[in-house]
């Protein structure tokens, strides 16, 4: 009994708890919602959310998973930003730069043999998310201009200046899409064509997940390396906590925040060629004016998982298996756009989380200290009764 | 000259929402309370109302139908502006986190409400536009002054001027506005002398609310003939055009100027004769505003004049 209370109070579980209630009510929410707009439905409607994925079998869970690829990616890069004491809020630009580099690379550069072509247009996407985060990272290190503003300035300019390159290079006019990459650009299947398909007569319907989603949590695995286990992510996050401080104590901090940002830049930008390295079937790049939704989808992720990377894998295959469900829902009456509204309502909910984290194992606490001091209490009086018992005799 | 003429009337346009919606900004954050969630209030403010507008053109027309539809813009936007009161004033929250909350939940409950309300599930919120003034009587016959500022206007040009004296007035020359500065600044040392911080906290959010509800309506009226959720990043514009302003009236107004022509350059390059020869794509234009904006913030923020405590939940208990 003391251990399960043990547990209760230590910080990880405390983390885990205030997300899922924050889950919860964004849920609860989400429900409200649909039994305002169509009553009726309601139920079946919130039933087909909860099935996420498993509405339409291994494909269906198959599809969860690439599109949690690009989620990871994201994740990780908000939630790297936010450990180091930034906030990220241009993952969508640094997102849709990456993936121009990627198509661009998986279109043109076709003189690459195959395992050699998609590795280069991940690194090129890396290097260019990076590059689109290095901007607010030397204005937020030597001209103090915050980075939430200049980073919403770099979606919007990236966002443009993708569709422009798009439109200049790799633009398919007749279905207003990026153009198909080149088969040696297609990440391969890595085993999981044997997992995610559904049964098509006598072949196979096959979902479109591929090993990028391995190499989204071997990145995150990485990053929880460096973070946890490496001096430089101690520094990284030390100029996080207190920029002064760590200072003083010899850590080059503009140095530490421009790094900080071109790495979170990167990842976000990574997340953009895994998503769209995935051949003929899988995504390609809209030309609309319309931020990556991808980008701004991070935000949550690294929230839920708490910016820490292995959350943030749980927690993007979260978000990516409503975001289906809410698909799904459409062959009812109702818009999908209600699973960004329980979206928004879980981030809303999450910023609490300071006050959960802080009042839970308050009272916790509280009880557990109401039982030692009775106990003390006892033992007082049980001595006080020896004492006179021996005065008596 | 004609161009002269429809150059301004198009800054006018796009910069009078950038003012409102700025000075709504900068009331929150004097009172210390930052408001990344302009964009999601504007998007709200001006889904109400457009929808409200939409609903209502059948019987009424016109300037009444416009006033009206300003007051729902304004209540949507304080109802909606308490949500971020909760949670940066009484959770002591994460300001910026539960700003992106509003922000990402502004458009899809926008979509959302507008496809189930709509027939076949239409997100466009289409109007009429019945509010524009070909020529303000008396004033619009002045040469030339008549001509940029009087004619093709909208009420809420001059609605936007009025809230700029306004702000000057209540910030500088009342006990409210020194109460709500002393809020941003110090708040321990305002709530030592019998301020209640949490209300005059409580107050700058909701003016924000309030003024980027009606910046909402603002945007969208002479610039387009829907309402497809989305003010275009204009809130966030307005945030930058905030801190050039250096969190005051008057050179707010001078930053609003200087955006509303960098958007207007983005948006009506093709009339300009110069810059429609110089076959530029329009994804270039449409890069203008936020390349000025990035500029102006390397500048200007070096020598930044925030509000000393704006970001800093307040807490009675804390040293």
Known sequence: MRKAKDIMLSDGANNAFSSLFAIFIGLLFGFIVLLISNPSEAVQGFTIILKGGFNTNAKGLGQV????????????????????????????????????????IGVKWTFLPAPLHWMVAILGAALIGGLWALIPG??????????????????????????FLIKATVYDSKKALSMNTAPSSVLPKGGLDYVFYNPLGNGKDLSTVNSGIWIAILIAIVMYIILNKTTFGYELKACGFNKHASRYAGINEKRNIVLSMVIAGALAGVGGALLYLSGANGRHIKVVDVLAVEGFNGIPVALLGLSNPIGIIFSAIFISYITQGGNYMQTLDFVPEVIDIIIACIIYFSAFAFLFRSIVPRILRFRKDKAAANAEAEAASIGAEQTERREKE | MNIVFLVVQQTMFFSIPLLIVALGGMFTERG????????????????????????????????????????????????FSLLLGYSAINMKSDQIIGGTALNMFAPAFAIYVARTLQDNGVQQITFTNTFRIPSVPILGDIPILGGLFFKNAYITTYIGFTILVLAVIVLYKTKFGLRLRACGEHPQAADSVGINVYRMRYAGVVISGALAGLGGLVFVIPTSTNFNATVAG????????????????????????????????????????????????????KMVPFIATLIVL?????TSQAPKAVGVPYDKGSR
């Open chain 2, 234 to 285: 204009y809130g966030f514009l307005a945030l930058a055009v905030m801190i050039f302003g250096q969190w005051k009236p008057l050179r707010i107004l001078f930053a609003a100027f200087f955006f509303g022509l960098m958007k207007t350059i983005a948006s009506a390059y093709s009339v300009i004769p110069v810059l429609a020869t110089a076959s530029i794509p329009s994804d270039i234009y």
């Open chain 1, 65 to 104: 998973l690439y599109f949690a690829t690009p989620l990871i990616m994201t994740g990780l890069s908000v939630g790297f930003a936010f450990k180091t004491g930034l906030f990220n809020i241009g993952a969508a630009g640094q997102f849709i730069m990456g993936a121009f580099a990627a198509v661009y």
């Open chain 2, 298 to 302: 390397a500048f200007s923020s070096k």
């Open chain 2, 32 to 79: 210390g309370v930052t408001n990344i969630a302009l964009d999601g209030m504007m998007i709200m403010g001006a889904f109400t109302s457009i929808f409200f507008i939409n609903q209502m053109q059948g019987s009424m027309s016109g300037q009444t139908l416009l006033i009206l539809a300003i007051l729902i813009a304004v209540g949507t936007g304080m109802v």
């Open chain 1, 138 to 163: 030397l204005m937020k290190a030597y001209l103090n201009v915050h980075e939430v503003i200049s980073t919403i300035m770099m979606n919007y300019i990236g966002m443009y200046m993708a569709n």
